[in-house]
């Protein structure tokens, strides 16, 4: 079993005509387990990544097919040059997908296979705590901050850019997260919510 302790921080988006606000606060601190076995799936996932590839790149794919029969078939029905642009667009905006993508899953990957399996490991039970965690609170996205030693270490201003918090916030979530326990001390408490999967 594998801990996490985090922190919530709550985002609300604003749009009025002046533009787009944000309004953010910080929310109360969770602890997250997952299994170990549920780890080392993701951390396969994350190293043989073919199957991950063929999921995220398939609308793409469609995207791409669409625009090439569209721009080929349809082109002599309709006018010409407007039908083959659009299924011109449609086929380049495919292929950018598929490149976008395909480049995240293996800059991912890279990253993993650079780090000691322990590290690799961790990092996969983290990337499971961010997909099972909750992501809205009402109208209110939620993001969450690792209580751990690499983020104690952080300056408000590393924090802050890390996590995407505006100033003031960074300097709250700073102070209660030098004021936590890390470790496996940290599960103790009985006023935080706790969550297992």
């Given at each position: 079993?594998?801990?996490?302790?985090?922190?919530?921080?709550?985002?609300?988006?604003?749009?009025?005509?002046?533009?787009?606000?944000?309004?953010?606060?910080?929310?109360?601190?969770?602890?997250?387990?997952?299994?170990?076995?549920?780890?080392?799936?993701?951390?396969?996932?994350?190293?043989?990544?073919?199957?991950?590839?063929?999921?995220?790149?398939?609308?793409?794919?469609?995207?791409?097919?669409?625009?090439?029969?569209?721009?080929?078939?349809?082109?002599?029905?309709?006018?010409?040059f407007a039908?083959?642009?659009?299924?011109?667009?449609?086929?380049?905006?495919?292929?950018?997908?598929?490149?976008?993508?395909?480049?995240?899953?293996?800059?991912?990957?890279?990253?993993?296979?650079?780090?000691?399996?322990?590290?690799?490991?961790?990092?996969?039970?983290?990337?499971?705590?961010?997909?099972?965690?909750?992501?809205k609170f009402?109208?209110?996205?939620?993001?969450?901050?690792?209580?751990?030693?690499?983020?104690?270490?952080?300056?408000?201003?590393?924090?802050?850019?890390?996590?995407n918090l505006?100033?003031?916030?960074?300097?709250?979530?700073?102070?209660?997260?030098?004021?936590?326990?890390?470790?496996?001390?940290?599960?103790?408490?009985?006023?935080?919510?706790?969550?297992?999967?």
């Amino acid at each position: 079993m594998m801990n996490f302790r985090v922190l919530e921080v709550h985002t609300l988006h604003i749009r009025d005509f002046s533009g787009e606000k944000i309004v953010q606060a910080l929310g109360e601190f969770r602890n997250f387990e997952i299994e170990t076995a549920r780890a080392k799936s993701e951390l396969r996932a994350v190293l043989y990544p073919f199957k991950k590839i063929l999921r995220k790149t398939f609308p793409y794919f469609i995207l791409f097919i669409a625009g090439i029969i569209f721009s080929l078939t349809l082109a002599d029905k309709f006018d010409a040059f407007a039908v083959k642009a659009l299924g011109i667009i449609a086929a380049f905006c495919g292929v950018s997908g598929i490149i976008s993508e395909t480049r995240k899953i293996l800059i991912q990957r890279k990253n993993f296979l650079s780090m000691n399996s322990d590290e690799a490991l961790k990092n996969s039970a983290w990337q499971c705590v961010l997909k099972i965690a909750p992501k809205k609170f009402g109208d209110n996205d939620l993001t969450y901050i690792p209580v751990n030693e690499g983020t104690k270490n952080l300056s408000v201003h590393e924090l802050a850019e890390k996590y995407n918090l505006l100033e003031a916030i960074s300097k709250k979530a700073f102070d209660l997260i030098r004021q936590q326990k890390t470790g496996a001390d940290f599960l103790r408490p009985r006023n935080f919510s706790q969550i297992k999967f």
